[in-house]
């Protein structure tokens, strides 16, 4: 199944999931005030940078990421845009914790481009088989959207992550997001919200 119709089934449940009350609001413009470390399994870490933008329905993620924990702009990696529906849900969440009063919330992945900036991580998403990551050759600075491929078996699919649950809690300018699964990847079940919050994003002005 491809990811736009995992998108559009994930679609229709928005609408049977949400709550009479009003949910916080995330629509603006975020981004990183710092180098971010992300967790990829075993002892395996990423440094990324984010820039989200969501309206009242949909989102679009900027993740770029870079080679070294200083995020330094002349050792980008790669940087990945994600968009897609979007709801935020009304009843918060009670638990006492880093989490107590952030909103659970459902991300719908339907489409992914990839761009790869830097040689050795072309040539990386070049190994993937065919058909399993964007469908041209891939070089350096050359954007590929890899929606029709179900993502990107290298990188990010859609077979394994169609969608995401997590939490929200904005507080004053800044959106916090839930921590990262340890075993890196997504986190596609309600059942196991993050007990942890990632490092804040600050209200940016609008594109």
Known sequence: MKGLSFAAIATLC?????FAAEPPSIVGHWKSTQCEVRPGGGD???YVKRD???SKSDSKAVITFYMDATCNEAQKMSRVVITGPYVVRSQPVTTA???QGASPAHFIFSTLKITPLADGFAQYLNTAAPG??????WAVGKEQDVTSTNGC??????????WEQDVVKVVGDELFFGA???SGGCNPDATHL???LQVALKRAPSH
């Open 194 to 196: 993050p007990t942890e």
């Open 132 to 137: 399993t990551c964007g469908t041209q050759k």
């Open 44 to 46: 395996q870490k990423y």
């Open 153 to 162: 078996s290298a990188v990010f699919s859609f077979n394994t992550c169609p």
């Open 180 to 182: 990262r699964p340890a």
């Open 97 to 99: 914790g880093a989490t």
């Open 52 to 54: 989200f933008t969501y």
């Open 14 to 18: 928005l609408a049977t999931q949400a």
